[in-house]
């Protein structure tokens, strides 16, 4: 980075090096600089108030922010405000959750859709990360994995209808099987909550995928070898040491692709059938439709993050009684 | 680990990249199929869909929007995101959990649930829909995954560099500047790209928060309507191979950069 | 090559402009707005690019376009930016008019200022949907209606005379259908008012009819492949013969027939609903009489229409276009009289205690 401050076309390393210095410390002995770093920097305290004051102010106003004002909206009549219409505090559109018992439905279907395809996206991608982790040399890892997720860079829609034109009935996958005599009449994959689920974990593999590489990467090779000499079964290694020191990239990765899993809305409604509606279109309803419907699609939304929030919390309070539980 | 389970390994790991692949495989395919629609039979190919993408204007005009976009909404997140990173890693303060809890908040709302709560702030907040709606809401919705990659890197950084560095009178800045900033180049680019693409990608946000132009996604989504045509594939096979060469070519300099520190 | 450049000179202008917008103020930019522009939500493909480069370089009026994919976004849209709205015409379904008008987010159309309004077809134009409170609201452009459509290699045309195919255990797991339009399809079929007209004194009977129908769908749900939303997908269907027949709008299925694909639609013998999509201008429209001279230059000639009818597949609404048409294109966007006897188009004034009782209904049958 700092090879970029200093001017260096057309001088040899040496002179280049003097200036970079000159120019530190020109800044350093600047007076007016001097002066606010001497003023920043007077007490640890007030060094850390500086430190502290811009993310504390980002994370309130930019992250919190909206998800405050989207329950505000979630507790009102109408929005948005039309002119010469007055806006009153309400809880109808909870109690129009909890009143119709349509709404649940999809609501539980959603929870346990995202809560299986998470398992899914576990278990497909748990090996994947493993080998790339153990198996291919150091030098390659990043491009190997660089190359793995390349794909997940087109667009949302446009991968969704190579999903199409994989498993629909003249799709990729049934000429082949037909090929292969293996079928005489295609298979109808499409619209079932499998198609659903190769969608979604197309989706979600990515946010896996990393934190179980991380995990797995930073783990000595070393213990297992260790446990290989005292005559430990691979299985055994893999049960005792893998397993238990990747565990917080194992639940790191579940919670991500959990809450991301219960967000989707174009790849369901695409691909899913009649009867995989998921909540996300519920919620999408409320506001592709005329009218005061905006406050009831909130309240929804925040029904939905709370509970799934409320969940992952659960999930990490397992994990980390189970690491608690291994390392004793 | 025995060979037989290696073999397995391995046949796991091919066929997630055939289960990756195949579905981008079909996709460029047919991105040459000579009707207006995509799948099976094909009975004639073509190119025009290519040619096609540089005569509409729409097209290259969406594309350099949504980099733009990307671009802007990466440095605003890379920023910030540093700057939280570095406030969160190794200090230990009241308020620090919750803190670091807020930090990934954006990335854990679903999406189609941050978006509408990003229309309803920019209409309170009297920001109007364009491109600085989209710019705000992409750079919100990273600043989290910067700031998680930052931080894994900072844990590594040696203390004794930065203690060094104020032993020779360097003040914070400075020492933040010349030791922590270098070392942290890496996990930034790695987060940058990480960024980009998440913010060229993004739908939902974009559509909600856009004004007349469009970005490359609600282009695409808008075109749909009138069917999903080999078109649509060609130009996301080009934006696809554009993003790749991108992607490449910053895992070589990183890779470069991290020998040079 | 040199249209290559230019093209590249012109997205490289954009993105400045983009940039500049970031940066300007929002009264400068309204005032930039009233100089020479037009600002139009459209669906892709309603105005054709070669009408566009026309109108622009004839009248040095910028012609702005947001694309829009769906009715109730843009109508939220609009509502988020009443009174004050960026847009000047927008395009609305014609059945969908009057949401708009309590809103007060359409100004009434004056088309003593259109010198081509005759050059629209009396059918539409002068139609019992079209005029509202004494005043007309927008200019129809194209219509599409509801159709039975299908793979003829599978379904034969006789099969096809009814809705009931829809539902007949041959074709189990191979029918798709956008939930919402069948309902007023049931209602029809099963001899009642779809659009509930009728029933506007009587809420009752209207709650009863809709829960029949609603029923009547829950039955048949295990029958259905796809409840599905967008033209893209049937097509998709069709293609990957998910379905070998559906409920859907002519437009798509007339997109289809035109590629070559064995497809044909019909108005089956319980008939159906048409609706027209028309150009509206926005109440307070920024630029108000460019929108006007916008209109009048659309439907200049039928040509223009035709090229609509082309790109989208519905049907134009303008006198002699179909002679700018080829017989394929011509074939896929007619019906015959027979046909058109059994067509009528929706109406709006029941809409809210309709999708009142109807929205809820598909919820209730998507849980089911």
């Given amino acids: 980075m700092s090879d970029d401050v200093a001017p260096r076309a057309g001088r040899g390393p040496d002179t280049a090096d003097r200036k970079r210095l000159t120019f530190w410390g020109t800044l350093s002995s600047w007076t007016p600089y001097r002066l606010v770093v001497g003023l920043a920097t007077a007490s640890p305290r007030r060094q850390f108030l500086i430190l502290a004051a811009f993310p504390l102010l980002w994370v309130l106003t930019q992250h919190l922010g909206p998800m405050l004002q989207m329950l505000r909206v979630s507790f009102t009549d109408a929005y948005p405000v039309a002119p010469g219409v007055e806006q009153h505090f309400t809880l109808d559109n909870y109690a129009r959750f909890f009143g119709d018992y349509i709404f649940w439905q999809p609501f539980f279907r959603t929870l346990t859709f995202a809560g299986v395809f998470t398992f899914c996206t576990l278990i497909l991608t748990y090996p994947v990360a493993y080998f790339l982790a153990r198996h291919v040399s150091r030098k390659n890892q990043m491009l190997m994995l660089l190359l793995l997720l390349i794909p997940f860079w087109v667009g949302e829609i446009v991968r969704t209808y190579a999903i199409m034109i994989l498993l629909g009935n003249t799709g990729a996958v049934n000429q082949l099987l037909k090929w292969l005599s293996l079928i005489d009449r295609p298979i109808p994959f499409m619209y079932t909550s499998f198609s659903m689920g190769v969608g979604i974990v197309y989706l979600t593999a990515l946010y896996m995928l990393l934190p179980l590489y991380s995990a797995l990467e930073k783990l000595p090779r070393s213990y297992n070898e260790a446990a290989a000499d005292l005559g430990a079964s691979a299985w055994t290694r893999f049960r005792r040491i893998t397993l238990p020191l990747t565990l917080e990239g194992i639940s790191s990765g579940c919670t991500l692709v959990f809450l991301i899993s219960t967000g989707f809305y174009a790849t369901p409604v695409l691909l899913g059938g009649p009867s995989t509606t998921v909540f996300a279109e519920t919620i999408a309803g409320f506001f592709h439709v005329a009218g005061d419907e905006w406050p009831t699609g909130a309240a929804f939304a925040t029904i939905m993050f709370v509970a799934a929030i409320f969940l992952t919390g659960a999930f990490q309070k397992l994990m980390n009684s189970l690491r608690k539980g291994d390392t004793n | 680990m025995n060979r037989g389970n290696r073999i397995l390994l391995s046949c796991v790991y091919w066929a997630f990249v055939l289960y990756v692949f195949v579905p981008l495989l079909l996709m460029i395919l047919m991105g040459f199929k000579d009707s207006k629609f995509i799948g099976f039979p094909i009975r004639s190919w073509t190119l025009d869909w290519y040619t096609g993408v540089f005569d509409d204007a729409a097209v290259p005009s969406a594309f350099v929007y949504s980099v733009v976009i990307a671009v802007l909404a990466t440095m605003i997140s890379v920023f910030v995101g540093t700057w939280i990173a570095v406030l969160l890693e190794g200090r230990k303060f009241l308020g620090r959990t919750a803190m670091f809890g807020l930090t990934v908040l954006p990335a854990l709302v679903p999406g189609i649930i941050s978006a509408i709560a990003f229309r309803i702030y920019a209409r309170w907040l009297g920001i109007e829909p364009g491109m600085g709606a989209i710019v705000w809401a992409h750079a919100v919705h990273n600043v989290p995954f910067v700031a998680l990659v930052v931080m894994a890197r900072l844990s590594t950084l040696p203390k004794s560099q930065i203690e060094a560095a104020r032993d020779l009178g360097a003040d914070p800045i400075i020492a933040f500047l010349r030791i922590t900033l270098p070392y942290l180049v890496p996990a930034i680019l790695g987060a940058s790209i990480f960024c980009l693409l998440l913010s060229f990608d993004d739908f939902v946000r974009s559509f909600f928060l856009g004004g007349y132009e469009p970005t490359l996604p609600v282009l695409i989504f808008a075109k749909l309507r009138s069917g999903m045509s080999p078109e649509i594939n060609a130009i996301a096979t080009i934006a696809l191979v554009l993003t790749a060469a991108i992607g490449i070519w910053a895992e070589r300099f990183t890779r470069r950069m991290s020998k040079d520190t | ?368």
């Avoid at chain 3, 690019?49 to 109508?75: C, H, M, P, S």
């Avoid at chain 3, 919402?180 to 079929?189: G, T």
Wanted: hydrophobic fraction near 40%; charged fraction near 20%.
């Fill in chain 3, 1 to 368: 090559m040199t249209k290559l450049t230019i093209n590249r000179r012109r997205f490289l202008g954009t993105a400045a402009v983009g940039a500049a917008t970031l940066a300007s103020p929002a009264y400068l930019r309204r005032a930039n707005a009233a100089g020479g522009e037009v600002n139009i939500w459209t669906y892709n493909d309603f105005v054709p690019e070669a009408f566009k480069k026309q109108f622009e370089a004839d009248t040095g009026i910028k012609v702005n376009i947001r694309l829009v994919d769906d009715q109730g976004k843009q109508f939220n849209l609009l509502a988020a930016e009443a009174p004050n709205p960026t847009v000047d015409i927008m395009t609305v379904a014609g059945h969908r008019f009057l949401q708009f008008i309590d809103s007060d987010l359409l100004a009434p159309l004056d088309t003593g200022r259109l010198s081509n309004w005759a050059n629209i077809n009396p059918t539409f134009s002068e139609s019992d949907w079209s005029t509202i409170n004494g005043n007309k609201w927008g200019a129809p452009i194209l219509s599409g209606m509801e159709v039975l459509s299908y793979n003829t290699d599978l379904v034969s045309p006789e099969e096809a005379r009814s809705w009931d195919v829809l539902f007949s255990e041959k074709y189990k797991g191979q029918t798709a259908y956008i939930i919402q339009d069948m309902m007023s399809i049931v209602m029809l079929k099963m001899g009642y008012d779809g659009n509930m007209v009728a029933y506007l004194d009587d809420p009752e009977k209207a709650a009863a009819i809709v829960e029949e129908a609603k029923a009547f769908l829950i039955e048949k749900k295990p029958l259905v492949r796809k409840y599905y939303d967008s033209g893209a997908e049937v097509q998709q269907m069709f293609i990957n013969q998910d379905i070998a027949l559906g409920h859907s709008w002519n437009g798509p299925a007339a997109a289809l027939i035109n590629d070559g694909f064995p497809l044909a639609m019909t108005i089956p013998k319980e008939g159906s609903y048409g609706f027209v999509y028309t150009y509206n201008i926005a109440n307070n429209a920024p630029n108000a009489d460019n929108a006007y001279t916008f209109l009048d230059a659309i439907l200049a000639s039928p040509e223009i229409g035709a090229s609509m009818t082309k790109a989208s597949g519905f049907i134009s609404t303008y006198k002699d276009a179909s002679q700018y048409l080829t017989d394929l294109e011509k074939k896929s966007t007619s019906f015959s009289d027979d046909e058109l006897e059994n067509l009528q188009f929706f109406r709006a004034e029941a809409n809210e205690m309709k999708y009142g009782l109807v929205d809820p209904a598909v919820e209730a049958i998507k849980a089911a």
